[in-house]
């Protein structure tokens, strides 16, 4: 393994591997990735995999608008052969009651003054979109034909290849265990294969990045929270978008085999590491789901999982370095949206290591924005 490099990142999720190619692009020097299991095993493999520009913060508009436009032609933007599975079938989100209603619709002002072609539908026009969508007491919903889906894996592959052919190297089985500092400096990074020194790392554990944060003496407001999601046997395409409804708190979408693939969020998930699948949610997941979606209810389910959501206190992620440890960033908290925000923000987190202008201001996303009050707080989640 080699014993030296400029930058080091940890974790080989989407953001570890968008922001190690990045780096190297832009002329970083010798960039490593170590990724204590394999590519992708961690959210990353296990998530949703969609992609929408309809938030409601501007900060979540403006990074989930750039990404998705660098996801509709990744492969040529990174000279790779990955068919990253890049697909617009829409996202219809369901608002029920006066408060949702109007927020959706503060959402949609905010959404078009970012040129984010999203539309309010009436509960009949939503069932032009799924036809059989239980409508009850729905107020309408909005609606953007361009947001859809990728396949995470490759997504994440297609980086990771443009990352090696820019001499990134990439360790996968391989953890790490410690970061040496001395006096406000990183020396080096401390893994089960060896120490590789450097001083400059990027934290981009996911889940784990307050365990990584705390290896390096920095506490990040960070903690993960389990998420399942299950997946139905296949039937003939039926329905076109991710179809979500805060209000039940789910999102359910067909993928392009035929599976329905669907996941709720507990209010009540501890926090903690635990990944096992819940027969809990199997049966929550069921009930809430066959009441937008009736005739669901006779699917088989075949398969189960579980992955770890990062979570922040306001949603949004933390992009930055610490003011004790100068040359420790990190790129992580994204809650349930990072893979679909992972192009712009390798190449944001990549800019800012470098001191570069960055595409779009980051500084306010530190994690010094806990202390002064200023949140971005998103109320459009699962
Ligand atoms: C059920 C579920 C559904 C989701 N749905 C969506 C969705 O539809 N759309 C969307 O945009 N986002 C979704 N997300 C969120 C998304 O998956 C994450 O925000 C995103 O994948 C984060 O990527 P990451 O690279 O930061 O983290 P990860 O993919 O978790 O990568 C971090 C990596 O760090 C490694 N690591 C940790 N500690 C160490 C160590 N000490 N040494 C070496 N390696 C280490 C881990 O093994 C892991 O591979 C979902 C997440 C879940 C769990």
């Not at 979570?311 to 994204?334: H, V, W």
């Given at each position: 393994?080699?014993?030296?490099?400029?930058?080091?990142?940890?974790?080989?999720?989407?953001?570890?591997?968008?922001?190690?190619?990045?780096?190297?692009?832009?002329?970083?020097?010798?960039?490593?990735?170590?990724?204590?299991?394999?590519?992708?095993?961690?959210?990353?493999?296990?998530?949703?995999?969609?992609?929408?520009?309809?938030?409601?913060?501007?900060?979540?508009?403006?990074?989930?608008?750039?990404?998705?436009?660098?996801?509709?032609?990744?492969?040529?933007?990174?000279?790779?052969?990955?068919?990253?599975?890049?697909?617009?079938?829409?996202?219809?989100?369901?608002?029920?009651?006066?408060?949702?209603?109007?927020?959706?619709?503060?959402?949609?002002?905010?959404?078009?003054?970012?040129?984010?072609?999203?539309?309010?539908?009436?509960?009949?026009?939503?069932?032009?979109?799924?036809?059989?969508?239980?409508?009850?007491?729905?107020?309408?919903?909005?609606?953007?034909?361009?947001?859809?889906?990728?396949?995470?894996?490759?997504?994440?592959?297609?980086?990771?290849?443009?990352?090696?052919?820019?001499?990134?190297?990439?360790?996968?089985?391989?953890?790490?265990?410690?970061?040496?500092?001395?006096?406000?400096?990183?020396?080096?990074?401390?893994?089960?294969?060896?120490?590789?020194?450097?001083?400059?790392?990027?934290?981009?554990?996911?889940?784990?990045?307050?365990?990584?944060?705390?290896?390096?003496?920095?506490?990040?407001?960070?903690?993960?929270?389990?998420?399942?999601?299950?997946?139905?046997?296949?039937?003939?395409?039926?329905?076109?978008?991710?179809?979500?409804?805060?209000?039940?708190?789910?999102?359910?979408q067909q993928s392009p085999h035929g599976s329905f693939i669907m996941g709720i969020g507990h209010p009540n998930e501890p926090e903690g590491f635990d990944i096992r699948s819940s027969w809990q949610f199997l049966r929550d997941m069921a009930n809430r789901l066959v009441d937008i979606l009736p005739?669901?209810?006779?699917?088989?389910?075949?398969?189960?999982?579980?992955?770890?959501?990062?979570?922040?206190?306001?949603?949004?992620?933390?992009?930055?370095?610490?003011?004790?440890?100068?040359?420790?960033?990190?790129?992580?908290?994204?809650?349930?949206?990072?893979?679909?925000?992972?192009?712009?923000?390798?190449?944001?987190?990549?800019?800012?290591?470098?001191?570069?202008?960055?595409?779009?201001?980051?500084?306010?996303?530190?994690?010094?924005?806990?202390?002064?009050?200023?949140?971005?707080?998103?109320?459009?989640?699962?």
């Open positions: 393994m080699i014993n030296a490099a400029d930058v080091v990142v940890i974790g080989g999720g989407v953001i570890g591997c968008s922001t190690a190619y990045n780096l190297a692009k832009l002329g970083a020097g010798k960039v490593v990735v170590i990724e204590k299991g394999y590519l992708a095993s961690g959210a990353t493999g296990r998530c949703g995999a969609g992609m929408r520009m309809q938030w409601g913060t501007e900060t979540n508009c403006l990074l989930s608008r750039e990404s998705v436009k660098m996801l509709s032609n990744l492969p040529e933007r990174l000279d790779v052969n990955v068919d990253i599975e890049f697909t617009q079938n829409g996202y219809l989100l369901l608002a029920y009651g006066d408060k949702m209603e109007d927020q959706f619709k503060k959402n949609l002002t905010l959404q078009h003054s970012l040129g984010i072609p999203s539309r309010w539908v009436t509960p009949q026009e939503a069932l032009e979109i799924v036809p059989f969508l239980n409508t009850k007491d729905m107020r309408g919903a909005t609606y953007c034909a361009e947001d859809g889906h990728c396949n995470p894996f490759k997504v994440t592959e297609a980086y990771a290849q443009a990352a090696k052919n820019l001499q990134v190297e990439i360790y996968t089985d391989t953890e790490v265990e410690g970061i040496v500092t001395k006096n406000g400096q990183i020396l080096s990074v401390r893994t089960n294969k060896g120490d590789i020194h450097t001083n400059t790392v990027v934290n981009a554990a996911g889940g784990y990045a307050k365990t990584v944060g705390r290896m390096a003496g920095i506490e990040l407001p960070i903690f993960p929270e389990r998420h399942e999601i299950l997946v139905t046997e296949p039937v003939d395409p039926t329905m076109g978008p991710m179809v979500m409804s805060f209000y039940h708190n789910l999102y359910c005739p669901l209810a006779g699917l088989n389910v075949i398969r189960q999982w579980a992955g770890l959501y990062d979570m922040c206190p306001d949603r949004t992620p933390i992009l930055g370095n610490s003011p004790q440890l100068k040359q420790f960033y990190t790129a992580a908290g994204f809650s349930g949206h990072g893979f679909m925000i992972s192009p712009i923000t390798g190449q944001l987190m990549a800019e800012m290591i470098l001191g570069k202008p960055t595409t779009f201001p980051i500084q306010m996303f530190d994690a010094g924005r806990f202390e002064r009050g200023e949140l971005f707080v998103e109320p459009s989640v699962v």
